[in-house]
């Protein structure tokens, strides 16, 4: 059974930091890219950051650039989406998804499997 498991989310302060870890499982990790998305309240859902285990390749959506930084611990199945200097306009739903063929990394449709979500909240 695939399963990706989305934590660390939490309340933070802005200028704050969290690091959001997305554990997988049922598959093969080192096949698959893992992205990031976020959907704010009354907002569409949106590509953050997606990371490719063949070739290492990073994806940032130019409102997180700078910002966020992706990470994959192949050992443990685990990508990591450490997220600093955080905005209020940061605060989502973060779901992590996998895909086998990502071309597109910002794109839903390139992923076959998705996490639950994990709240952030960011205050002003």
């Known amino acids: 059974e695939v399963q990706l498991q989305a934590s660390g989310g939490g309340l933070v302060q802005a200028g704050g930091s969290l690091r959001l870890s997305c554990a997988a499982s049922?598959?093969?990790?080192?096949?698959?890219?893992i992205g990031w998305f976020r959907q704010a309240p009354g907002k569409e859902r949106e590509g953050v950051s997606c990371i490719r285990s063949s070739d290492g390749s990073r994806y940032y959506a130019d409102s997180v650039k700078g910002r966020f930084t992706i990470a994959s611990d192949n050992a443990k199945n685990t990508v990591y989406l450490q997220m600093n200097s955080l905005k209020p306009e940061d605060t989502a739903v973060y779901y992590c998804?996998?895909?086998?063929?990502?071309?597109?990394?910002?794109?839903?449709?390139?992923?076959?499997?998705w996490g639950q979500g994990t709240q952030v909240t960011v205050s002003s």
């Open positions: 998804a996998a895909g086998a063929v990502v071309a597109t990394p910002y794109k839903e449709y390139e992923y076959d499997y």
């Open positions: 049922g598959f093969t990790f080192d096949d698959y890219a």
